[in-house]
């Protein structure tokens, strides 16, 4: 309560520690709530880790109380199975990542912004391998002493801790499912059922849209199948065996940058969460 103001434009400021007298209360908090609220939920914590809180209410001249009441909490352990994406994986991103990994005009392309992001990877294509982290280059990266360029976050430390990168590692382990309901595509071993690219249009003198009848699987969801876009400037002139230059995830259509009076000759070939390709070489050109 406040003198002057109302109870339902008081905000509480949330400070954060990982141990008990830890928080920098003269700092900016964890969090704060909305105006009012009584309740705020923390996500992307780590499992089996303390976490200590203090709460302090703000009145709207930005005067804070002096309390400093502490609770502490130690985090269960990971359950075995499905980790859920949504509740788990998304807010680790959110929390750790996506300052850099969003956007256009993210490093190497990457995006962490969505589970569809994610999926489509980078221009390596291969951050995610469903069932398979020793292969993910998202676990490489985040673990330490990675082969490949530098530890991330790059602004770190703080780096993700060992139970945070577990918790990664046992979605991927698990199948990497957009959500729990799903079913595990590990053991998978047929790739989608592909007609392949089906047209391609100019849609005005620099843009080619290229479009495809949806792939069908019988394990992963229709919005986790990934369309992976080789181009050439002749016939026959993909490297199909290469990293593709566009993949995109659970569309028919995509839109292609190109230059006026160009020849683009294209093939799509369709992928599951399991990393099965289809073989099929259909190709178009178009001008």
Not at 96 to 123: E, F, K, M, T
Request: glycine content about 6%; proline content about 7%.
């Amino acid at each position: 309560t406040d003198d002057r103001t109302r109870p339902s434009d008081l905000l509480y400021d949330v400070f954060e520690s990982t141990t008990p007298g830890g928080q920098d209360l003269g700092g900016f908090p964890r969090a704060t709530s909305r105006s009012g609220d009584a309740c705020f939920v923390v996500t992307a914590l780590s499992p089996e880790q303390q976490f200590c809180w203090v709460v302090r209410a703000r009145d709207e001249s930005g005067n804070h109380d002096a309390n400093t009441v502490e609770r502490c909490v130690t985090m269960p352990s990971l359950a075995p199975g499905c980790v859920e994406y949504s509740t788990t994986i998304q807010p680790l991103f959110d929390r750790n990542c996506v300052r850099c990994h969003a956007r256009l005009d993210a490093p190497q392309w990457l995006r962490l912004d969505s589970y569809h992001d994610v999926l489509i990877g980078s221009a390596r294509r291969n951050e995610v391998q469903a069932c398979d982290p020793g292969s993910s280059l998202l676990i490489e990266k985040v673990s330490p002493d990675p082969s490949v360029g530098e530890r991330m976050p790059r602004d770190g430390p703080p780096y993700l801790t060992d139970q945070q990168i577990a918790m990664l590692r046992q979605w991927i382990e698990e199948g990497a499912q957009r959500t729990c309901s799903e079913a595990s595509v590990c053991g998978d071993t047929m790739p989608p059922a592909f007609t392949g690219l089906q047209s391609l249009t100019a849609t005005n003198e620099t843009t080619l849209r290229a479009c495809w009848t949806q792939a069908t699987d019988d394990r992963t969801d229709p919005l986790s199948i990934r369309y992976d876009l080789y181009e050439a400037t002749r016939m026959g002139g993909q490297r199909l065996g290469q990293p593709p230059q566009t993949t995109v995830a659970g569309t028919d259509c995509h839109d292609i940058r190109v230059g006026p009076d160009t020849n683009l000759c294209i093939v799509v070939q369709a992928r599951d969460l399991a990393g099965n390709r289809t073989p099929n070489t259909e190709e178009l050109c178009a001008t």
